[in-house]
């Protein structure tokens, strides 16, 4: 959105994703498998989501992201998920493209952060010159974790937002 309709924000903070087309790597596959047994079981109570789930991920912060897609079906009993898991599950092979290639042609000039976990392989140093370009009023805030930045280190997100917030 920021690249499309740059005058729509007043900032932007992206979380551990970089302008590059990325191969999804580590475990999406196995949690939209997860999450599409979670579906065809109709469970009614979250902790079965949860069971469900364990052998797919062993990380209870990263299950508990996860089960945020939950939401009780309409006129029934159970839980369902609000995305379209089999659309996303035909889709990995390109839910990591970029589809900006050309920063000379789409540029936000707007006050931007980046947060990474520095246990991750989806922003690397090699990459802040093309976000710089894409984004020339980057900062870049690291926090020790992997991917799941949001669900891993919940206090230290919130206070890098905080902060970039009351810049």
């Known amino acids: ?44 109570k979250q902790i079965e989501a949860d069971m469900i789930l364990q052998p797919y991920e062993e990380a209870l912060p990263i299950r508990q992201f996860l089960l945020t897609n939950l939401i009780r079906a309409p006129k029934t009993d159970h839980f369902s ?25 789409a540029r936000y000039e707007g006050k931007t952060l980046f947060i990474r976990g520095t246990k991750s392989h989806y922003v690397n140093d090699d990459v802040l010159p093309l976000i710089g370009r894409f984004f020339p009023r980057f900062q870049l805030r690291d926090i020790d974790c992997g991917h799941w930045v949001i669900s891993e280190k919940p206090v230290a997100f919130k206070e890098a937002v905080v902060d970039f917030l009351l810049q």
């Open 81 to 105: 998920l609000r995305i379209p898991i089999d659309i996303l599950a035909s889709n990995l092979g390109t839910m990591g493209d970029f589809p900006f290639k050309d920063p000379d042609e």
């Open 1 to 44: 959105m920021a690249l499309r309709s740059p005058d729509r924000l007043r900032a932007l903070i992206s979380v551990d994703n970089a302008p590059v087309d990325a191969v999804l790597k580590g475990k999406f596959s196995k949690y939209v498998q997860g999450l599409q047994e979670v579906e065809r079981a109709k469970v009614s």
